[in-house]
């Protein structure tokens, strides 16, 4: 059995190979190849822009794949979506589309936009946008720098945005959000029939779901003398559940937990002075819920 796999190229393609990595999948890539290498023989591996991905799942090309569901609705794509992951190019939240317009124009809503010109990479998606809001504009499909062309080519866009900094350094500002989107493990429908490649994909989203329930934690273990135990789990925040395991010592235990990375710092020396002793963090690559 060998499972297709799409890996997004462009934007996502390192945060996907991270991802992965952190799933336990180790994914080589090279600027000469659309096909990058994995350590699972299990798995061919080809590198697709997003913007295309649920085309050649649906079309059986591929298996499954990793894209946006902006690009799945904008290509009304009949895939089977196994997984949601949420993790973008810069960090590991969900993305907007949005409408944008420059800050010194009069345009407050999308109704001010009747009968203007519309630029975007999402054309589809935009026009059942417009069409929901009663609004009739021409919408161009823009090939890149969709940022700089207000006013002059085009008098408003809608563009993906993570943070909005892109829109603001250009002077524009967010008037609506048309779509929010995250990545997607995706599958074809035969494929998702084929019970080896289902299984195949079904560990896959347990292992990328794990990868991404660990962003942004570690682990903490340490020792304490039972006559300091309820001072140390005073500190621990309260809806934390550690375990609690005996030493060879009968007076001491081991209380091993895990938390956010940002409150380790105020957290360990509050532990210390509380008794704890051998304390150690250690970083997580996955939570398996």
């Given at each position: 059995m060998k499972l297709k796999l799409g890996i997004p190229k462009g934007s996502l393609?390192?945060?996907?190979?991270?991802?992965?990595?952190?799933?336990?999948?180790?994914?080589?890539?090279s600027s000469r190849s659309y096909f990058p290498g994995i350590d699972d023989p299990e798995i061919e591996c080809m590198l697709i822009r997003a913007q295309e991905m649920a085309r050649y799942v649906e079309d059986g090309i591929l298996d499954a794949g990793l894209t946006g569901r902006d690009w799945i609705e904008e290509n009304a794509a009949q895939v089977v979506a196994v997984a949601n992951l949420i993790y973008a190019k810069q960090s590991f939240g969900k993305v907007r589309w949005v409408l944008a317009v420059p800050e010194a124009s009069s345009f407050r809503t999308v109704k001010d936009l009747e009968g203007k010109i519309i630029a975007t990479e999402l054309v589809e998606t935009t026009r059942r946008y417009l069409s929901a809001n009663g609004v009739a504009a021409k919408v161009e499909f823009s090939w890149g720098a969709t940022e700089v062309k207000p006013p002059v080519l085009a008098d408003a866009i809608v563009e993906v945005t993570e943070t909005g900094s892109s829109l603001r350094a250009n002077k524009l500002k967010i008037i609506d959000t048309v779509l929010e989107s995250n990545t997607q493990l995706i599958a074809n429908r035969q494929s998702w029939e084929d019970a080896a490649k289902r299984r195949k994909l079904e560990d896959m989203k347990m292992l990328l779901e794990g990868a991404i329930n660990a962003l942004g934690k570690v682990g903490l273990m340490l020792n304490v003398h039972k006559d300091h135990l309820k001072a140390v789990l005073a500190v621990l925040?309260?809806?934390?559940?550690?375990?609690?395991s005996q030493l060879s010592d009968e007076e001491w235990l081991a209380v091993n937990t895990i938390l956010d990375e940002s409150t380790v710092r105020d957290i360990i020396p509050r532990l210390k002075q509380a008794g704890g002793?051998?304390?150690?963090?250690?970083?997580?690559?996955?939570?398996v819920l």
């Open positions: 393609e390192n945060a996907t190979v991270d991802l992965f990595r952190r799933a336990g999948y180790s994914i080589t890539t925040p309260a809806l934390k559940r550690p375990t609690i002793q051998g304390i150690v963090e250690y970083p997580l690559n996955k939570i």
